[in-house]
Each structure stands twice: as C-alpha cells, then as structure tokens.
C-alpha cells in the first residue's frame, strides 16, 4: 500500500476518486422511483490517532443499505500513528480523504469536511466505533419522509446503550438539562454524536470553535435560532478512558461557557436555500458575501417559509 503523498501547507492535500459518491444501493434507487425532492448525504468522519478502529468504521458505513445516495469524507486531522496509510487504500474505493497538515482539533476537521461536502445533509460520524453506521437510515426516515430536516441520534431512547462510567452519563444528562433550560427545549441527548443537519445550514452557522466545543456551539445555535431536532433511539457503545475516550470532565465544564454565551448572543437566524426533505422544501437566502457562510455576517439572517 503506497504512502499517502506529503503534506502540503494549510491548503491541506486531498485525495479522492473521480467519483465521490461512494455508496448508492438499491434503497437509494427505490427512493428515486418514489419521486420527490432528492436527499444526498455527506456523512463526514473526523479521525485522529485511531489506526486500531479506523479500518472497521469506514467498512461498517460502506456496507450499510441507505435509502438515498451517500458521500463519506474522512478528514485526517494530523495523525501521527499510521492512520493515514489505512486511509490511502480507501481513498482508492470512492472514499475522500483530507489531510491536515497537523493537529488542529475535531471541530476544524469537521468543518473542512463540511467545506468539501456536495450533498444536501450532512452526518458527523466518529471513527472510534462508538456508535453504529446502522442506525443512520433511521436518522434519515424523518427527512426523507418530510416530518424534520434536523435529526438527533438520542442515546437515552437507544436499546442497547453502554456508557463508561456513572459520571459520564450523569454529567451528559446535566448538560443536556442546562441546554433545555437555557433555551426552552426538550432534547434528551445533546452531546449525541449522530446529528443530521442540511448542508447549508451547518455553513451558515456562525461556528468559531476548533476542538470538541463546536458539538456544543452547532448545538446551541440550532436551539437559538428555533430549530428544535427531531430525535430517534440510536445504540451506543461508550469507550473508557484506557480504550481511547478523549472526553474528560473540563469538556463539560466548557460546554456550559458555551451554551451560556450562545443564549446572550443573538439568536444566528434560520438557513438559506432549498433543504431537501420527501415533502417539503424551507427556502434560505444565500450570504450576502458570496462565501461559504461558515463565518456568515449578520446578512445572512433568514426566515423559514412554507412551501
């Protein structure tokens, strides 16, 4: 197996198939013949240091039946332990790859995949086997099907959940309670990984945070602007410490700063554009600056319309 090519400055190098629309099954294509508006996914998968689960992730995506088309982008971010030579094989099978030049944090490589996604939603999926790529149909059901074009993946209705300790469920739980106060909702798990977001919303988002806060910054956000996500049972299987977990407990105290200073901050508006959704569209209007909207001014302040 050949050695990705060197890195190269902030542009990060990218390696990619002609074809990135890695996964279309015959779900997908029975979707198309029942007409209505069409639902692409970008699942975007931010990986550091995890050569030992990384291999076993990206084969579970691949093999799930999705009922629309699937594009997966993994973002390298500056793994140092041969992760990127697992990386370069699936780059060959359809798959894009970014490359950071170096350790920059899981929201930076979120957002870099975020820029290269060419689907209408997107899904943050972790490389670290904590969560199933089986659950993600049931995630897009409610978009596909017009009843929600924001959908969380909620670990507390999961059926088969395992957290690593009392205090990590215990401090997710009081988290998602400060959320919910803050900001008048009722969400059971914010801290989920698997959060189903248009494209172009995500982009329009007013998203500064580099690390694990920006989970809790889009989080927030969305809860700010009005968007309340639809939630649906997901399973879980929570690593330790000793297994690779890279949560601790001041990540919850920063997650707090965060949902405080979004809920004294204006509220970032509704999205631009179409979202595709089986039954409905909600209309955006693009940035005023042209950009890709991830740092958009206050312009790009929209309103949800009917269709």
Request: one cysteine or more; charged letters at 20%.
């Amino acid at each position: 197996m050949a050695d990705p090519a060197p890195e190269v400055g902030d542009g990060d190098m990218e390696t990619a198939t002609e074809s990135s629309w890695c996964t279309r099954t015959a779900s997908a294509e029975r979707s198309d013949a029942e007409g209505g508006d069409m639902v692409l996914l970008s699942i975007v998968m931010p990986v550091y240091n995890e050569s030992e689960t990384v291999a076993s992730a990206l084969d579970r995506v691949l093999a799930v039946d999705y009922p629309c088309p699937v594009e997966l982008i993994v973002v390298d971010d500056g793994s140092t332990d041969g992760t990127r030579n697992i990386l370069a094989d699936y780059a060959s099978r359809g798959v894009t790859v970014l490359l950071q030049p170096f350790n920059r944090g899981k929201g930076s490589a979120v957002t870099r995949g975020a820029r290269k996604a060419t689907g209408t939603h997107m899904l943050i999926l972790d490389a670290d086997l904590e969560y199933h790529p089986s659950d993600i149909p049931s995630l897009l059901a409610p978009v596909l099907s017009g009843i929600a074009d924001h959908v969380f993946g909620s670990r507390v209705f999961g059926f088969n959940t395992r957290f690593p300790s009392f205090r990590f469920a215990v401090g997710g739980r009081l988290t998602t309670l400060g959320a919910n106060l803050l900001f008048d909702s009722c969400l059971t798990d914010m801290h989920t990984c698997l959060k189903l977001i248009p494209v172009q919303h995500f982009r329009s988002l007013r998203l500064s945070e580099s690390g694990f806060g920006l989970d809790t910054e889009m989080t927030a956000a969305l809860l700010r602007s009005g968007i309340r996500p639809y939630e649906v049972p997901v399973t879980y299987n929570g690593r330790t410490a000793s297994e690779g977990k890279k949560i601790s407990w001041w990540d919850g105290v920063e997650c707090l700063r965060l949902l405080a200073a979004a809920r004294l901050r204006k509220p970032p508006g509704l999205p631009v554009g179409p979202f595709a959704t089986g039954a409905n569209v909600v209309a955006f209007v693009a940035p005023a600056d042209g950009g890709d909207g991830l740092l958009s001014d206050e312009s790009a302040q929209v309103a949800r319309v009917a269709p």
